[in-house]
C-alpha cells in the first residue's frame, strides 16, 4: 500500500511543473509608470503546449493573448517562448502601459491534469508631468540718439525693441 502510495505521489509531482499550490509562495509585484513596457518571464520546464497570457483569474474572458506556436501578439499584449541557457522561458509583454493595467496577471502552459501556472502583479503610476518654465516677455525700450548733425538734416530718434526673458 505504502507503494502505491509513493508513486502517486511521484506522478503528482512529475506531471506538476512549477507552483502545485502547496506553498503560499508571495506575488511579484512590479510598479511602472504609464507609457513604459513590461516584460515578466515565466519559468516552465517545457512550453512546446498551449501557453497564455491573461488578467485576473485566467478564466476564458480573461485570457489577453495565447499560442500553440512560438510567439503571438494581440494589440499591445505579447507572449513568446524561447530556450534560454537557464532552461524554457515564456516572456509576456505589455506595452505602452496605461493605470487600467494595474492589476494581477498570470501566464499558463496547458497540462493534461492541472496548468502550470505564474502570478504577478503591476501597479502602473501616472507618468510625471513635464513642467514647462515660467516665461513671461516684456518688452524693454530703448531709443537711439541722434548725432550732432545741422539742424535740417537732424533725423527723429528711431525706436529699437529690445526684449528681455525673466525667468
Known amino acids: 500500500m ?8 511521484l506522478l503528482v509531482l512529475t506531471l506538476q511543473d512549477g507552483n502545485i499550490g502547496l506553498i503560499n509562495a508571495e506575488i511579484p509585484i512590479f510598479t511602472k509608470t504609464e507609457g513604459e513596457s513590461i516584460t515578466f518571464p515565466c519559468v516552465f520546464t517545457k512550453t512546446e503546449r498551449r501557453t ?7 478564466k476564458d474572458k480573461d485570457i489577453l493573448v ?3 506556436e512560438v510567439r ?3 494589440g499591445r499584449y505579447s ?11 515564456l516572456y509576456v509583454t505589455i506595452t505602452q502601459l496605461t493605470k487600467s493595467d494595474s492589476g494581477q496577471y498570470g501566464c499558463g502552459l496547458d497540462r493534461f491534469f492541472r496548468d502550470s501556472y ?12 513635464i513642467s514647462k518654465p515660467n516665461l513671461t516677455l516684456r518688452p524693454f525700450i530703448t531709443s537711439v540718439q ?5 539742424e535740417e538734416q ?4 528711431l525706436g529699437i525693441f529690445t526684449f528681455k526673458l525673466y525667468f
Open 66 to 68: 495565447e499560442t500553440n
Open 52 to 58: 497564455y497570457f491573461c488578467k485576473n483569474k485566467c
Open 2 to 9: 505504502k507503494v502505491c502510495r509513493m508513486m502517486i505521489y
Open 146 to 150: 541722434p548725432t550732432n548733425q545741422p
Open 72 to 74: 503571438n501578439q494581440s
Open 154 to 157: 537732424q533725423s527723429e530718434g
Open 79 to 89: 507572449i513568446e517562448n524561447k530556450n534560454t541557457p537557464e532552461g524554457k522561458r
Open 118 to 129: 505564474r502570478e504577478f502583479k503591476i501597479i502602473v503610476t501616472d507618468a510625471p508631468s
